[in-house]
Nanobody, 119 residues
């Protein structure tokens, strides 16, 4: 089993940057595909980025966000640059069998971290 804990969320102005972290315990992150999803109030949880051997990004954030993993620290990161107000959401870390954009393909989820982008 895997336990995931996100951190690094907060309040940032439009155009600013944040780096989210997801610390895993139980199994090492090298055994799983890791991903980030986000969910705004009243909306469905949507895919942001995933990583196995290589990264996969949603079109909406491509070129601005970077997902990386550090297997020695058992942590995955999401570097977010040029943030937009519409990207205000709770950001969730997930672990699964394959690095896809489907929520159903992930077995473990963190509790989420709030990111608020002010205009």
């Amino acid at each position: 089993q895997v336990q995931l804990v996100e951190s690094g969320g907060g309040l940032v102005q439009a155009g600013g940057s944040l780096r989210l972290s997801c610390a895993a315990s139980g199994r090492t992150v090298s055994n799983y595909a890791m991903a980030w999803f986000r969910q705004a109030p009243g909306k469905e949880r949507e895919f942001v980025a995933a990583i196995t051997w290589w990264p996969l990004y949603a079109d909406s954030i491509k070129g601005r966000f970077t997902i990386t993993r550090d297997n020695f620290k058992n942590t995955v990161y999401l570097q977010m640059n040029s943030l937009k107000p519409e990207e205000t959401a709770v950001y969730y870390c997930a672990a699964g069998r394959e690095g896809t954009a489907r929520r159903e393909d992930y077995d473990y989820w963190g509790q989420g971290t709030q990111v608020t982008v002010s205009s």
